[in-house]
């Protein structure tokens, strides 16, 4: 199954947390994040600094030091902190950039729509910034359910879009 690993969730987490305080100019502290969210604080002191190293966040150094974000919310976006934190993102080994060493390589049915499926999921995170994460954090998700099926009548005719096709996952 496909998901996040727990340092993506832990930056996603920071992140969030650090947009809330973006306005009062309130530098936040990987100690207290650590304590608030129940996160190991030497992985999250890690994963912190990478955030920063990348510049997605800033460090200030010292007593009253801590973590602040680098950009406006409405300019980091979920692509950005996954693949900080996890490199490039891959649904299968054939579309790594490196030589695929599948054994189905030769006579694989599902290499193309795989691309098909990671860029599409690609620019779903891409499209989704940390001001729609913090909106919605105790909100609707449904709204990225809306885009993707619009997406979807883009990419395929009008005929081949029929009633009922398209399911909203159950969440």
Known sequence: MMKFSKRVEYA?????????????????????????????QE??????????KIG??????????????????????????????????????????RPCDCDQFLFCNIQTPMQYVQEEFMQLLRNISLKDLLTRMKGDFSWVYREQYENAKDHFEQKQLKKGQFVKPNM
């Not at 992985?43 to 920063?52: P, T």
Request: charged letters at 25%; aromatic letters at 4%.
């Open 12 to 40: 996603l987490i920071a992140m969030v947390e650090l947009a809330r305080y973006r306005e009062v100019d309130h530098l936040v502290t990987a100690r207290r994040l650590a304590r608030e969210y129940r996160i190991p």
């Open 43 to 52: 992985i999250l002191s890690k994963v912190l600094q990478k955030l920063a």
């Open 56 to 97: 997605l966040l800033q460090s200030v150094q010292g007593v009253k030091g801590g973590y602040t974000l680098a950009r406006k919310i409405e300019q980091i976006n979920m692509l950005e902190v996954v693949e900080s934190i996890d490199g490039p993102f891959h649904l299968v080994a054939c579309h790594t950039g």
